[in-house]
């Protein structure tokens, strides 16, 4: 009979440095194996193909998840040119082929048409879904998937190299709904030559970089020889994901009233003169996302922490 895990309340961030070949659903039941936690959830998927930057949040941190997910993405990745593939990436069969190769001017004078707000139609073996199917499972069923397009931002596309003749490195700064391997598609269209990512990186995710991210093999070899003690101080905090907000104090009566979801009137010559989104805590404890408006601090999200 197997030992039933007892779980634990754990709240904060892991920055995890996902693996090629790794899901972003094993990669949170690994999280949640090695930190024993009741809850754990991540911030935007990556492909199985795709490696870097994947932010997991643990316990309260869950409620904070759609606020990165909205945050800005960093990816690097390498076109090969000559070949489109069904799924856009090298996992696919070739449906188009090329002997055309595009010169660097060529690539660079591009870049511009894949810049700001542009149409882009979603790869057909993608997680979205069509009337409650996922299109991968539709495409790998060999059922015709037809996805709208849709508008997405592109805060930059530059050329990083062009080791050779066969391959592009690109850096992108997207915004949520952006499919890298799309991207690459319609690049190789547009040239005449198709073309299909063969590698692809994320190295920022909202507040989160590579520079902090860490390995599963990491995490359980801390794990292993320190136990959980060792693995707190790499736990970032709940408000690491909006880190870039205003934030409040309030006191003691102040922060009841908003864990109990009722407004609270910021009154006085103190009283701080701003709208939107903002942190709230109290005697040094993360309480609560509220709204600011009209001089009302309107609760959004309640974090139940320990103090």
């Known amino acids: 009979m197997q030992t039933r895990i007892e779980r634990r309340d754990v709240h904060g961030w892991i920055i995890l440095d996902k693996a090629v070949g790794e899901t972003s659903t094993g990669a949170v039941g690994a999280i949640k194996r090695i930190f024993r936690a009741k809850k754990v959830g991540h911030a935007g998927t990556l492909d199985p193909l795709a490696s870097g930057v994947l932010p997991i949040a643990l316990g309260e941190a869950t409620k904070t998840v ?75 069923a060999g059922e015709d998937v037809d996805l709208a397009s849709r508008e997405i931002e592109v805060h930059s596309l530059r050329l990083v190299s062009s080791p050779e003749a066969e391959h592009s490195v690109f850096e992108v700064e997207c915004g949520k709904g952006t499919y890298v ?83 609270v009137l910021l009154r006085g010559r103190d009283a701080p003169i701003i709208e939107g989104l903002v942190s709230v805590s109290a005697q040094g404890a993360l309480i609560a996302l509220a709204e600011v408006e009209h001089g009302s601090l309107k609760p959004k999200r309640i974090f139940n922490l320990p103090r």
């Not at 860490?214 to 959980?228: C, M, P, T, V, Y």
């Open 66 to 140: 759609p606020f990165v997910m909205d945050g800005r993405k960093i990816y690097r990745f390498t076109v090969r040119w000559g070949i489109e593939t069904d799924t856009d990436d090298a996992e696919g069969r070739s449906m188009q082929n090329s002997d055309l190769r595009p010169d660097r001017n060529s690539v660079l004078a591009l870049l511009p048409e894949f810049t700001g707000a542009i149409e882009q139609t979603p790869p057909r073996f993608s997680a979205l879904k069509i009337n409650g199917e996922r299109a991968y499972d539709l495409a790998r």
């Open 181 to 263: 391997r799309a991207l690459a598609r319609d690049m190789g269209r547009r040239l005449g030559c198709f073309g299909h990512v063969t590698n692809l990186r994320r190295t920022m995710v909202g507040l989160f970089d590579e520079q902090r991210a860490i390995s599963i093999d990491a995490l359980k070899k801390i794990s292993e020889q320190e136990g959980e003690a060792g693995l707190t101080p790499v736990l970032l905090p709940v408000e690491a994901g909006f880190g870039s907000l205003p934030a409040l104090n309030v006191s003691s009566n102040d922060a009841q009233r908003l864990t109990q979801g009722q407004p």
